[in-house]
């Protein structure tokens, strides 16, 4: 069934229930849309009580023809909702929020309040970070939750497959595997 505007709402009668506008606490009941638009099932104590909402349409930076952003929280996971023109019948989620810094991308500590990094991580730890500290602590690092990772920093870059092989790129030197091999 398509999603109603809320002008064709109007055209049937004026609103019978109360407008909630602003954002509400909510936690993911389901994230498996059957239509995979990046919607979710939540759960509003304040708004719903301890009923599943109807499902709440992503908002997100960016979308357009087989482009954007598309993220998709987990299941329990903590989220801001919003109605659509304040109609509870009409559900959006625009973000997360963490209850605590422990719940925070291990990675997010790895910048300055200064200049923090840029984080996209997983729950099983799978990694994207850019970071503009200076030097070797700063650049991109990409990153699997088996180890393996490429760093790119102004130090050089390196590749390791978390299992003891390397390759490291630093000025016109490239070391494989910790100086089995190295080449000027």
């Known amino acids: 069934m398509p999603l109603q505007t809320r002008s ?7 609103k019978s229930h109360p ?17 995979r638009l990046g919607r979710v099932q939540v759960q ?3 708004v ?9 349409m992503p908002c997100v930076p960016l979308a357009g023809h087989q482009s954007g952003v598309f993220l998709l929280p987990q299941a329990g996971a903590p989220v801001w909702v919003e109605f659509e023109q304040g109609d509870a019948e009409l559900p959006i989620w625009v973000g997360g929020y963490w ?10 500590h790895a910048g300055l309040a200064i200049a923090p990094s840029l984080v996209l991580q997983t729950p099983s ?9 200076p030097g070797p602590d700063g650049g991109i690092l990409l990153k699997t939750q088996g180890g393996a990772m490429i760093a790119i920093n102004d130090a050089g870059i ?4 978390g299992r003891g092989a390397s390759i490291v790129l630093t000025g016109p030197m490239v070391t494989v595997n910790e100086g089995a091999l190295t080449v000027i």
């Not at 064709?8 to 004026?14: I, Q, S």
């Not at 209850?99 to 997010?108: G, K």
């Open 125 to 133: 730890q799978n990694a994207i970070a850019i970071s503009d500290l």
């Open 48 to 56: 719903l009580g301890a009923g599943a909402s109807r499902w709440a």
């Open 158 to 161: 390196t590749i390791s497959n």
């Open 99 to 108: 209850v605590d810094a422990s719940e925070l991308p291990p990675l997010a």
């Open 19 to 35: 407008c909630h506008y602003g954002k509400y606490r909510a936690v993911v009941l389901d994230n498996v849309d059957p239509l």
């Open 8 to 14: 064709e709402k109007l055209h049937r009668g004026a």
């Open 44 to 46: 509003v104590p304040d």
